[in-house]
């Protein structure tokens, strides 16, 4: 996940999905960058002619404003992360679909297999039958005992042959059945996953509709909360924001912080608690907050 700040958009690259996400802000004109960034350490507000408590006041809110806006940026990159997965949910269902096709054309293949294998038995039972009964047919002409007992020999031979024929046509019509019972069973699944794939096709498109209309909902929430986020604090969140994994301002739990999860020094998490100020991580350089910040 990659977010990088250009002069008047922030983008999210690694979702491939650019276009709705490319104009996700619209700089404010009196936000707009400035070339360079403060290092790490507390932000400080640039209207520094304030009193103290005006100052601190100042800080929480910006503080406040930069929780909201973390949360939006998560909210729509988790959107955009949904959006991104959307297709490979539907590859899925392509997939089952296309391998239910692939099935009935293999049964296919094999059921033509059989017929063609039940037609050539046909046929040689045919030829064997005609044989036989031409053989029959010539019985009456014999004249000799040892002509007729060969006579029927060659008869015999050709009748033991002609019911082994039977037997391997009786098999095949038995596959041919099986395999019609087969391409019924096929066709009933190719049906259902195509079924199954115009719905969730259609499915997937009200979602991405509604995710849409989500990421507009939080495009609008980001413009108002940056309109009054000092640029410079905006600068230090959109830095973060770009090489933390899009996560700039995190909360703080029992001295540890909850972005890198190593310990807080106990001075600075005293400071933090008060959340007067904005401190950042001394291993992350995430900003930090107290949950108790009202
Ligand atoms: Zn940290």
Do not use: W
Not at 80 to 95: D, G, H, R, V
Not at 183 to 192: D, G, P, Q, R
Request: aromatic share 4%; charged share 35%.
């Amino acid at each position: 996940m990659c977010i990088y700040l250009t002069r008047h958009s922030l983008r999210i690259t690694d979702y491939g999905l650019l276009g709705p996400i490319a104009q996700l802000v619209e700089l404010p004109a009196h936000n707009r960058l400035v070339p360079g960034s403060s290092p790490g350490g507390p932000i400080k507000s640039r209207r520094v002619r304030k009193s103290r408590s005006q100052q601190e006041i100042k800080l929480n809110e910006q503080l406040k404003l930069l929780i909201k806006l973390q949360e939006i940026d998560s909210s729509i990159l988790s959107i955009a992360n949904k959006i991104e997965s959307l297709p490979e949910k539907l590859k899925k269902t392509k997939t089952a679909l296309k391998e239910a096709k692939t099935s009935i054309e293999k049964i296919k293949t094999k059921y033509d297999e059989l017929n063609k294998q039940k037609k050539s038995k046909e046929y040689e039972l045919e030829e064997m039958e005609a044989k036989i009964k031409k053989l029959k047919e010539r019985t009456k002409e014999i004249k000799t005992n040892k002509e007729y007992e060969a006579h029927l020999k060659e008869i015999e031979a050709i009748e033991k042959n002609k019911y082994q024929i039977e037997d391997e046509l009786l098999a095949i019509m038995e596959s041919l059945d099986a395999s019609v019972k087969e391409l019924k069973k096929e066709e009933s699944n190719v049906k259902a996953a195509e079924e199954n794939f115009a719905k969730e096709e259609k499915m997937l498109e009200e979602e991405k509709k509604s995710l849409h209309s989500d990421m507009e909902v939080f495009k609008a929430k980001r413009r108002d909360i940056i309109g009054g986020i000092e640029s410079e604090v905006y600068e230090k969140y959109m830095d973060l924001i770009q090489t933390k994994g899009g996560l700039a301002v995190v909360p703080t739990k029992d001295e540890v912080c909850l972005g890198c999860h190593t310990n807080i020094p106990p001075q600075l998490y005293n400071d933090i608690k008060n959340n007067l100020d904005i401190f950042t991580c001394c291993y992350c350089r995430r900003m930090l907050y107290c949950e108790t910040l009202n």
